[in-house]
């Protein structure tokens, strides 16, 4: 397993990261001998960060996670989110750290080594969105305090929403990690200008947070299953996902990918999954990328993957020459 520096922060985290989301399912849904063996069998290939959210499954995946961890005593990074709802915006600093403090007792952790902003970031607050002003002014010294209490070691947000806003946060500089949507359906993140037609310009994300010393997650990889080549669905995994800046929705975004297993015929990859992988982990600003998977099997097939390293250059300018089949 390679180990990619998170930003700024000092901590070394494997190139994959555990996903324990509603998207694949495993942790929220799957059988507590199931979570328990995908949880070591991540360890045992190296995996060394798990990543959960107060939102996934109303907050049974932090303490399905906790549960993992106390029965197996499994040394790993943990990282929880914080999502904001409207009637929290009178009292922001109160409402992170109530948060945090429910997050922990579910999660039977003292501290956690990342907590995440998960909401949606815009000019001003609608919504579930928050703004820039309130992140910079309000949201950033809650984390902060929180940090000096030891019940954080860093924080971080969700590069989700106005990619103007976003950059904005990232330019101030105070955040240590932010999770980023880059995939072979949306590789803006990175500032490619030949990259096919996105919903969503994310113009750069992943080099300027890179030079902000902000460690980056890749999450979307497979863009919400769409990367598998399939609508199939798991029936562990959320059978309904909105697609989160490629197409209107899964079935526009399969059609997208079909062009892409053209890296399977060319004998790139083994299988989409495996070139949607290790095109992600091929950017030298990604710290870690998140597998949320709904079976054991589905985990081992992107680890194995991963473990491939990334794409060779021929691979990477194959992509290149079949983003503009894909705008043509």
């Not at 497979?222 to 996902?241: E, I, K």
């Not at 099997?297 to 300018?317: C, D, R, S």
């Amino acid at each position: 397993m390679e180990y990619r520096a998170l930003g700024r922060t000092g901590l070394n985290v494997s190139v994959l990261g555990f996903g324990c989301g509603d998207v694949g399912g495993l942790i929220v849904k799957g059988d507590p001998k199931d979570r328990i063996r995908a949880a070591q069998r991540a360890v045992e290939l190296g995996i060394n960060y798990f990543d959960t959210a107060t939102s996934y499954g109303n907050g049974v995946s932090e303490t399905h996670l906790g549960e993992v961890l106390k029965a197996t005593k499994l040394d790993v990074y943990v990282g929880t989110k914080v999502r904001l709802k409207p009637e929290d915006l009178s009292d922001l600093r109160g409402a992170v750290t109530r948060s945090l403090e429910d997050s922990l007792r579910r999660l039977q952790l003292p501290s956690v080594e990342l907590l995440q902003l998960h909401n949606p970031l815009a000019a001003a607050a609608a919504g579930s969105s928050v703004s820039t002003a309130q992140v910079i002014d309000e949201i950033i010294p809650a984390l902060e305090a929180l940090k000096k209490q030891g019940k954080v070691k860093f924080y971080g947000f969700t590069a989700l929403g106005d990619p103007a806003a976003i950059h904005k946060v990232i330019d101030h500089g105070a955040m240590f990690s932010a999770q980023v949507f880059y995939n072979l359906l949306n590789p803006t993140a990175a500032g490619n200008a030949t990259a096919p037609s996105a919903a969503v310009d994310f113009a750069g994300l992943l080099p300027k947070a890179k030079s902000k010393g902000i460690g980056t997650i890749g999450v979307r990889v497979l863009a919400a299953g769409a990367l598998t080549g399939s609508t199939a669905r798991h029936q562990l995994a959320a059978q309904s996902v909105a697609p989160i800046g490629t197409g209107p929705d899964l079935a526009a975004d399969v059609r997208s990918a079909e062009v892409l297993k053209k890296l399977v015929k060319d004998g790139f990859v083994s299988s989409l999954i495996e070139a949607a992988y290790r095109f992600t982990i091929s950017h030298d600003a990604i710290s870690t990328c998140l597998v949320g998977a709904s079976s054991l099997e589905q985990f081992e097939e992107v680890a194995g993957a991963v473990l491939k390293g990334p794409l060779p250059a021929a691979a990477l300018t194959r992509v290149r020459e079949l983003w503009k089949e894909m705008r043509s």
